[in-house]
């Protein structure tokens, strides 16, 4: 894990254009058992060594299944979840073991957009307060004049004004959002984490959305994280791309080279399988079908944890986990955590995995 | 004649806010050994319709016809009913967890679905069961077949639901969002599986879902519904690459990586309509760039654009396909349309609608 | 799956393309609850009742003016008949007389008093104290959860009757006392429902979404977690201010609420027990009852109908 580290490029912290850094980011979660004294009988391992940039202004995806960690990655970003180890450096500070309280200026600068239209939203409240607490929280405006900034707000977002006082459910679920991006953005934060924004949204809307947070992101100078699991969306809104899977990142590159010549077999599979609504392009594409389902983040495989699906795994991926390093003649922004990683057009098989956890030949 | 022949059917339900009319004279038919996608946003009444024929929409004001094999299924008693569904028309749902009873085997579940229809042995049903199990590419069947639904994970609660759905060699399938709740991966497992049984068994399949990439990837022929009605019917072909009707046109346009996706995606304004209050004429000019007048007075009928091809539009027949210059021709006809209104208007200004 | 999406699709503002305007926009839900509480008629017949309730405990004593009789007053001449048991209903007595020949009716209306005083402050007190400690419980995490959690186990594993006997035993009666006691057999049972919900709120995204804006616990507890705890929490106390009555009579029931001559609902019925009057008085045991039973029943439709009116899924599926 801390060769991949190593190697990743040169220091990235460093570099001006970097605004966060992540360093082997990990986070274990406990399960307990127990009624009164309560014993540790396993960890989920949600993210298990991740190292990421990401630069000023630019939209970085994150791409993964149920399961693989992007959300609890978002939320250890955002320190809604304190590390297990590794460290998260903003605009050159380390801010991974910050306490609460010395966290609060950060917090105006790191904000979040939730998957969950209706959840992020409490029902109780007011749009006007709601979108008016980043104000509240930071003391920054009082009174009036939070008023005039929150209607200010939810103008740029693309809500009437008017609808200060009405509570969210007489809103429909791309308007909920709309509010949600509009108390993100209160206090002209830096980085937006956005975990899956768009996913909950009927398609129509989903594309109102898309298209207001590039607006914004244009108008403010935003640096995105953009979480989702459907790869057309992450294609089109995207500069860079990361693919995670159970708790690792896999395949990290531009977006073109991403797409263009996947290097990792799981994101190969990811592409081929994503839905196009486009017929002719959809039959044309090679589809690869993975066999079997994502493991236990509890009891990851051994050595690449994609071997178990993988349909070229070789005895060597069972043993030895590869390292996340530029492979073939990829330059250090395309990085690939794989000992076989696909060149050029080359396709991958269809065929069941040969290798079973433990590196034994199975017999199927 | 085809397998299932539903003809104007609507469907409305009393709730405290009002009457929602969640279906509004909707009218398809399926062959056997095709595949109709029904294609719509939440709120739609994609479901409803089917869910309808099926007996599944309890307290409802139903009216229309729904001829599965000859026999109305809209006014079949409930004994009648019940040996319709599950032995020749089958259904798979969004949430596999909530439709398998979670404390009963899968397998028994299975044979006692089987039983419930099929006079022969626990054994011969247990055999079929895992049969079945094998068949939709459960690993180890045998063993698995006395598996509870929380030890399968979700693709495999989701092939655990065709088998079940298969089990009675149905006439009709119909899967209501079946991939939806699952991943990327997961959903492409499922949908070759699919499309392989439907091959296999020849029985007809309708496919409701969001989800356009899930249509171009099964159906043969599509129905478009927004707010309970159908507004476009054409093969899978003509639907994606001659779409007739701006919501057809506007939903291809706002997914990324479709047929009608630029650079920038071009999203539908506006939010759909609440099914208590739902615009006068077409529900969909206060959201479409080429309302015309009559488009607010009128509810457009299904215009036939080609063979097959149908349109509830009242743009010209002839203005089909995505792109600026197509569009620049519909915007052309609206504005048409809209000039000789407005001389009409200034001519009897009693009519002004 | 169906008819809840339909349900659910939430009303488009006007303004917005294709939004109608008018119906239910900018509605509190406190608002919408207290409109459908208004379509409720159970609801409002119970409302009824416990106003008017409200009003004799205010109005006990002009109206016990009015009657006649004081609470205490004993009418030797026509309350018992010559062989000193009680007379019944009439012209002289309304409800009729108890065994010291004081009018029933009368010491019904002061019973009430004592009633609603005793039963709302102790449930209130109760919710205070359970909503404070569910919701530190439920929300400032495991350490502090595990101690307040195993205090409510303890205390709703009191043996209750036993303890407040002796404990009123040991310090001597008082209506302050019974309060006091009633309350602290009650919160804990608060305290649980506040912390269940509390844990679930804590889940929520927009709590989340409070604490990545930098919220600190209390403004969470306060602001985020609080308001949506009301309604369950308003459920509870309208079913728990008919458990405190009860309680209280029972607790003057068997002498260790209500100090007599003072008259309550619970020391009444054990006057009419004594010595198997009510055998021969009917109403010495009828109306007090009857008292009690009525007003458990109103408080406890009416939290049904609170609920209904504050969950508007059960009502928006079911209801016509």
């Known amino acids: 894990m801390t060769d991949a580290a190593k190697l990743t490029s040169t220091d990235p912290a460093g570099d001006p254009n970097t605004l966060m850094t992540l360093t082997n980011v990990v986070k274990h979660f406990p399960i307990r058992r127990g009624v009164i004294i309560k014993s540790e009988v396993g960890q989920v391992k949600a993210v298990d060594g991740v190292t990421l940039d990401i630069r000023r202004g630019e939209t970085l995806g994150l791409v993964g299944e149920t399961g693989c960690g992007k959300s609890t990655l978002a939320r250890c970003i955002t320190r809604l979840f304190p590390l297990t180890s590794g460290t998260i450096n903003f605009d050159g500070h380390d801010i991974s073991r910050l306490s609460p309280r010395a966290m609060r200026p950060y917090r105006r600068q790191v904000q979040m957009i939730f998957q969950d239209p209706y959840g992020s939203l409490n029902p109780r409240r007011r749009i006007g307060s709601i979108i008016g607490d980043p104000f509240a929280i930071h003391g920054v405006a009082d009174g009036q004049e939070r008023k005039l900034k929150v209607q200010e707000l939810m103008e740029l977002v693309g809500l009437n004004p008017e609808h200060y006082n009405r509570f969210p459910s007489d809103f429909s679920g791309g308007q909920r959002q709309r509010i949600g991006v509009a108390r993100a953005l209160a206090l002209r934060p830096k980085l937006i984490v956005c975990d899956e924004p768009v996913s909950a949204l009927d398609v129509s809307i989903q594309a109102q959305i898309i298209n207001l947070l590039k607006s914004l992101q244009s108008e403010f100078g935003l640096t995105y994280l953009f979480i989702a699991h459907d790869l057309s969306v992450v294609e089109h809104v995207s500069d860079r791309v990361a693919v995670m899977y159970l708790g690792k990142i896999v395949e990290f590159a531009d977006k073109s080279k991403l797409f263009g010549s996947p290097r990792h077999p799981y994101t190969a599979a990811l592409l081929s399988a994503t839905s196009i609504a486009d017929p002719d392009r959809a039959a044309a594409r090679q589809r690869i079908v993975l066999h079997g389902d994502v493991p236990s983040p509890i009891n990851p495989p051994t050595g690449c944890r994609f071997h178990p699906r993988c349909p070229i795994a070789q005895p060597i991926c069972s043993q030895l986990e590869p390292a996340l390093i530029p492979v073939l003649n990829d330059t250090s922004a395309h990085i690939t955590a794989c000992h076989f990683p696909l060149a050029d057009g080359q396709h991958l098989p269809t065929g069941r995995p040969s290798i079973e956890q433990g590196g034994e030949k199975s017999a199927s | ?353 | 799956m169906s008819i809840s999406e339909l349900a659910d699709q939430p009303m488009p503002a006007p303004g917005d393309a294709g939004a109608p305007s008018g119906s239910v926009l900018g509605r509190s839900p406190w608002q919408l609850a207290w409109a459908r509480l208004r379509r409720d008629r159970v609801a409002l017949a119970c409302v009824a009742f416990i106003v008017f309730l409200i009003l004799v405990a205010v109005f006990a004593d002009p109206l016990s003016h009015l009657i006649g009789w004081g609470p205490t007053q004993q009418d030797r001449a026509t309350g018992t008949d010559i062989n000193g048991l009680p007379t019944g209903p009439g012209r002289i007595h309304l409800l009729g007389a108890d065994q010291l020949g004081r009018d029933i009716l009368v010491r019904l209306i002061y019973g009430t008093r004592v009633s609603l005083v005793v039963g709302v402050a102790a449930a209130l007190a109760a919710v205070v104290i359970g909503v404070i400690v569910g919701l530190c419980a439920g929300f400032l995490g495991p350490a502090v959860d595990s101690v307040l959690a195993r205090l409510m186990d303890v205390v709703l594993a009191f043996p209750f009757l036993l303890f407040a006997i002796a404990l009123v035993t040991v310090i001597g009666p008082s209506e302050l006392l019974e309060i006091g006691v009633i309350a602290f057999f009650s919160w804990a049972a608060v305290g649980r429902i506040v912390r269940g919900q509390t844990l679930a709120i804590r889940e929520r995204e927009y709590v989340e979404a409070a604490r990545s804006l930098g919220a600190g616990n209390l403004r969470i507890m306060v602001i985020d977690v609080l308001p949506n705890l009301i309604a369950p929490v308003l459920v509870y106390v309208t079913l728990l201010i008919p458990i405190s009555i009860v309680f209280e009579a029972t607790l003057s029931f068997l002498g260790v609420g209500i100090i007599p001559p003072t008259a309550s609902w619970g020391n009444m019925l054990n006057d009419a027990q004594a010595g198997g009057l009510y055998q021969v008085a009917w109403w010495f045991l009828a109306f007090p009852a009857a008292a009690l039973v009525l007003t458990t029943l109103a408080f406890n439709l009416l939290g049904d109908s609170v609920r209904d009116a504050l969950d508007p899924r059960t009502e928006r599926l079911f209801a016509k």
């Not at chain 2, 599950?86 to 749902?93: C, D, L, P, S, V």
Request: glycine residues 8%.
């Open chain 2, 1 to 353: 004649m085809s397998l299932l022949e539903v003809r104007d059917l609507t469907v409305s339900f009393h709730t405290a806010d009002g009457l929602v009319q969640a279906v509004r004279g909707v009218s398809f038919s399926v062959e056997k050994g095709h595949t109709l996608g029904i294609v719509g946003e939440s709120g739609s009444g994609k479901s409803v319709c089917t869910q309808t024929l099926l007996g599944l929409t309890p307290g409802a004001d139903v009216s229309g016809e729904a001829l599965f094999d000859g026999h109305d299924l809209l006014t079949m008693s409930n004994s009648e009913l019940r040996k319709v569904r599950g032995a020749r028309i089958a259904t798979i749902f969004q949430d596999p967890l909530s439709s398998l009873h979670p404390l009963y085997k899968v397998g028994w579940q299975i044979v006692e679905m089987i039983r419930a229809h099929q006079h022969i042995t626990k054994s011969a049903a247990r055999a079929r069961a895992i049969e079945l199990l094998d068949m939709v590419g459960i690993p180890q069947a045998a063993s698995r077949v006395d598996d509870y639904p929380h030890q399968f994970s979700g693709g495999m609660r989701q092939r655990a639901m065709i088998a079940m759905a298969l089990a009675l060699n149905p006439d009709l399938i119909i899967a209501d969002e079946p991939t939806t709740a699952l991943d990327a991966t997961v959903q492409a497992q499922i949908i070759e599986l699919m499309a392989s049984l439907q091959a296999e068994l020849d029985s007809a399949l309708i496919i409701i879902t969001h989800d356009m990439g899930v249509i171009a990837d099964t159906a043969d022929d599509v129905m478009v519904m927004y707010a309970g009605k159908a507004v476009e019917k054409a093969d899978q072909r003509t639907l994606f690459y001659q779409p007739h009707h701006p919501y057809t046109k506007g939903l291809l346009e706002s997914i990324p990586g479709s047929t009608g996706a630029g650079e920038k995606l071009r999203p539908i304004p506006g939010q759909p309509p609440s099914m208590i209050s739902l615009p006068s004429g077409c529900a969909f000019h206060p959201r479409c760039a080429y309302a015309m007048a009559q488009c607010r007075r009128e509810i457009p009928p299904l215009y036939d654009i080609a063979g097959g091809h149908t349109s509830a539009c009242f743009l010209p027949t002839t203005i089909v396909g995505i792109g600026p210059e197509i569009d620049e021709a519909r915007a052309q006809a609206a504005d048409a349309v809209r000039a000789t209104d407005a001389a009409a208007a200034l001519q009897n200004p009693g009519e002004q609608p």
